[in-house]
């Protein structure tokens, strides 16, 4: 730019009026370079008014109005979809924190009403869009968290999506407590729009999960989204492997908490996923190995995850009946729902089996002699023994995932950590006492191999157990997929993962079996969540990325079977 001192030293006879002109053109030139910074010139005024909002002086509806004023200044740059990283940070923060505010502030006395809000002389119209595939329910959620503010106490990679929006949590707590809600309420992913029409403006509670792009100021947009903290929202307890522990040696006592628990609000368009843990394991053995699965956006479209809770000492064919009648349960009050995908680990996996499987009497004396005729005819077929000794397969589980399951045993369970187990486990007092009731000591010695005590799950895992004969000899009524571990030592089929051995996880029928580089405990390992992700994507009928299919290839026994 010219200096007018330059002008007046260069041109001595320039008459003063040009003088003046150029003067105050020059001046008019640095001041506009002065005040043009980097994106766009309210962005000052926006942040000003978002840090507004954010003061608790004053009231609700006026931190509200400021919100929108903040969003209102910021939403230009989202329509022309600039790269200013400031303004979208403060539209979507914005947009986060006024649901919060206006879902929390005097009991919820500002949610869901129609709202004229005034900020800087600016009035606006303020209503929440109504539910509909992609929107959730302005009424749906109780409260909402920021992302931030959750725990991520399991979970070690986080999921999340940038784009446009305010991520949040939102949760559904109500009382008394729903069927199949966790005590801490159902958590799901929520993304906060705002769309501005002049003065009028709607608030919208967007599904990311289900569509992860939506139309926001009148163009396409990917949403911000975060995925692992309504997962990690379910917070296990400080001493987590002491519950396991106790839940298997005292289940009378966590007797109340055994049932099929939801992760995520029930979807009548997405498939359900069971997570089934094994002993002395609890649901949250399930975390990691979900929030890998959420991080492919097909699964997340397409897949609701829930895990079955119990205490893991019971018999096992007993946990298996609380399982059947906990899926059972779901028929009954959501008759709509999709084909079900379970997925078992360890002794989880045997309980799975026994939902694929149809066992009636006559195997059961086919397999064990004429001393169980005796026992299907002395009792009720309603009694809790012939209940979980005879059942059908579920017809509407379609596939199965068995992980380092012990299908026929494990020597640990006869050694000296299995007597001990055996010995320190106590039945509740409505099983033990319905088992003396229901079969004589021959009788129990004949089904279970267990003399002198009852048998718990422990006792069953023994490859003496004589059920197991009937078990697997029961042809299994699914396509059904086995990940087993092997340490990391490559040396199947002579392999173990540490507690089960080869011999016992792998089953000849499956579509595909992998074999892991991990331990017993591989839930959570990459390879076991890959293969996960892509059994699911086959169920799908869609392809596995190359990724998926390099390291199953990799991670595939010579002698497995590929789908």
């Known amino acids: 730019m010219l ?25 008019a030139l640095l001041t506009s370079c ?47 979809g600039t790269e200013d990283a400031m303004a979208r940070e403060t539209y979507n923060s914005a947009s986060a924190e006024l649901t919060i505010l206006l879902r929390s502030a005097d009991e919820g006395r500002l949610w869901n009403h129609p709202l004229t809000l005034t900020a800087d002389g600016f009035t606006y119209r303020l209503r929440l869009q109504p539910a509909s ?31 446009v929006g305010g991520a949040l949590v939102g949760v559904r707590s109500v009382f008394p407590r729903e069927n199949f809600a966790p005590s801490k309420g159902i958590s799901a992913p929520v993304t906060a729009t705002l769309d501005f ?28 989204a975060d995925y692992s903290a309504p997962i990690s929202y379910y917070r296990p307890p400080n001493n987590i492997l002491l519950v396991g522990l106790m839940a298997a040696l005292r289940g009378g006592n966590y007797t109340e908490k ?21 002993l002395m394991s609890t649901a949250f053995t399930w975390v990691q190995t ?15 995850f829930w895990v079955f809770n119990y205490p893991t000492g019971n018999p096992i064919l007993y946990s298996a009946l609380r399982l059947r009648e906990e899926l059972d349960k779901v028929d009954k009050f959501y008759p709509n729902h999709r084909p079900y995908v379970l997925v078992g680990h360890s002794m989880g996996g045997m309980l799975t089996r026994a939902q694929v499987i149809t066992l009636t009497p006559a195997m059961w004396e086919r397999g064990m002699g004429a001393m169980t005729k005796e ?14 000794l005879t059942f059908q397969a579920n017809p509407r589980i379609k596939r199965v995932v068995f992980v380092c399951t012990p299908h026929r045993g494990s020597q640990m369970a006869s050694g000296g950590i299995g007597r001990l187990g055996i010995s320190l486990i106590s039945l509740p007092l409505s099983i033990a006492t319905t088992m003396k009731d229901a079969l004589t000591s021959a009788e129990l010695v004949q089904l279970t191999g267990a003399a002198n005590r009852l048998p718990n799950s422990v006792w069953g895992l023994r490859p003496t157990n004589p059920a197991f004969k009937v078990v697997n000899d029961a042809p299994i009524r699914v396509p059904y997929h086995s990940i087993i571990g092997d340490r990391g030592r490559g040396d199947s089929p002579n392999s173990t993962d540490g507690v089960v051995p080869y011999w016992s996880s ?26 996960l992700d892509r059994i699911l994507k086959l169920y799908l009928g869609k392809s596995a990325t190359k990724r998926q299919q390099q390291t199953a290839s990799i991670a595939r026994a010579p002698n497995s079977v590929s789908p």
């Not at 890998?292 to 479209?301: Q, S, T």
Request: with cysteine; proline share 9%; net charge positive.
């Open 3 to 27: 200096r007018p001192d330059r002008m007046s030293t260069n041109h001595p006879r320039t008459s003063l009026g040009f003088r003046l002109t150029a003067t105050a053109t020059s001046l």
């Open 34 to 80: 002065a005040t043009q910074p980097a994106g766009r010139p309210q962005a000052a005024a926006a942040a000003a008014s978002l840090r507004e909002a954010r003061s608790p002086a004053v009231s609700a509806e006026a931190r509200a109005a400021d919100y929108l004023r903040a969003a209102a200044l910021t939403a230009p740059d989202i329509k022309n």
């Open 133 to 163: 595939q992609a929107i959730w329910s302005p009424d749906y959620f109780t409260w909402f968290l920021e992302p931030n503010k959750v725990k991520h106490t399991l979970i070690k990679k986080e999921v999340t999506q940038a784009g």
């Open 197 to 224: 029409h002049g003065t009028d403006v709607t608030l919208a509670l967007r599904r990311p999960a289900k569509q992860p792009t939506a139309m926001v100021e009148g163009v396409t947009q990917s949403l911000a």
């Open 258 to 278: 055994t049932g099929l628990y939801f992760l995520q609000p029930y979807d009548p368009d997405r498939i359900p996923v069971v997570f089934v843990h094994g």
């Open 290 to 304: 979900i929030n890998g699965l959420l991080a492919d956006p097909e699964v997340r479209k397409h897949y609701q």
């Open 375 to 388: 026992v299907f005819a002395r009792n009720s077929p309603n009694s809790i023994v012939i209940r979980s």
């Open 506 to 531: 792998h089953l000849d029928g499956a579509q595909s079996e992998v074999i892991v580089p991990g331990p017993h405990g591989s839930c959570a390992l990459p390879q076991t969540i890959d293969e």
